[in-house]
């Protein structure tokens, strides 16, 4: 059972937002863009675990993906948690094309393309065996003991997976994603002593739900853009030109004449996503939309379900929380 779908990553929203809306001759745009290129790529890599998933049996398994707990002192992310009545997985999943070297000497992997060029990553075996560490710091402080194990998967099945003579056990731990249900079920005759009854299953389940804490950050800040660069205004869906203009209930594109009465909607999203999600006055929205009225914005944001708090001039609003609920870009 999927106690925690898959969604996409608030930071691939974010850099979608922030591209839209900066110039094609913006400095940091290539850098902005292969960032979300290598971010496309690595969710499209997690969903490709989600049809081998589906064919476990529901009640013997909670799925959670995508989570970021706090063990104490910091926190550490898991791409897939699966809970188990005997046994705890973890799953770090990889979207690497060509060949993969996990070298032992440096502990490090070594990826070739098929354009032959060459790219060091950290040993992802390593990172993954840190994160069940941390991952059983956060049971035991709940007495909960139980078997954690992991695997890499690799969710390309034509990535060539090496490793130097006598280091094949290195990759045990490391499988294209085809063979993960069998390897999964290798975990499950290893471990047949059950741990936790169902009761106890739902009590960590809520527990992990409760204290998943997305990762937030300034994304204007992050790559040093102003605010100034912003292009503001409501973007037609059609033809991509703005700013859209407020005619008689709906907005109206001067360049293709497309009408579009709910067209705010994804202006909204963009102004909270690289405003950090802070709350914004009346009076803000009014400038990004380019409306002349506050009542005209008081409308929208009602009939939009918008979240706010406070009245009169001290009220101001918030992002939904289904921006964060959305498993495709626009």
Known sequence: MIEKERFLPIRIQKNHALLKRIAKNHPKRLNIESDQTRRLAGYKGEQAIDFHLSKLPEKEFLIFHDLRLSSGKHFFQIDTLILNSAFVLILEVKNYGGTLYFDPDFNQLIQTNSKGEVKGYP??????????????????????????????????????????PGHAKMLQRVLHVQFLLKSMEKIKAAHKKEVLSPKDMKKISRSILKEHTPKNFDILKHYEISRSDIQTGVICKVCSSYPMKRHYGTWCCTKCKTKDKSAHITALKDIFLLNNSSPLSNQQICKFLHIPSGDIAKKLLSASKQRCS????????????????????E
């Open 123 to 164: 040993n992802p075996i390593e990172q993954t065996r840190v994160q069940c560490s941390e991952m059983k710091k956060w049971l035991l402080k709940r007495n909960i003991n139980i078997p954690i194990e992991f695997f890499i998967i690799i969710s390309k099945p034509s990535t060539i997976l090496k490793t130097a």
């Open 310 to 329: 406070g009245s009169k001039k001290g009220r101001v609003y918030f992002p939904n929380t289904d921006y964060q609920q959305i498993k495709d870009l």
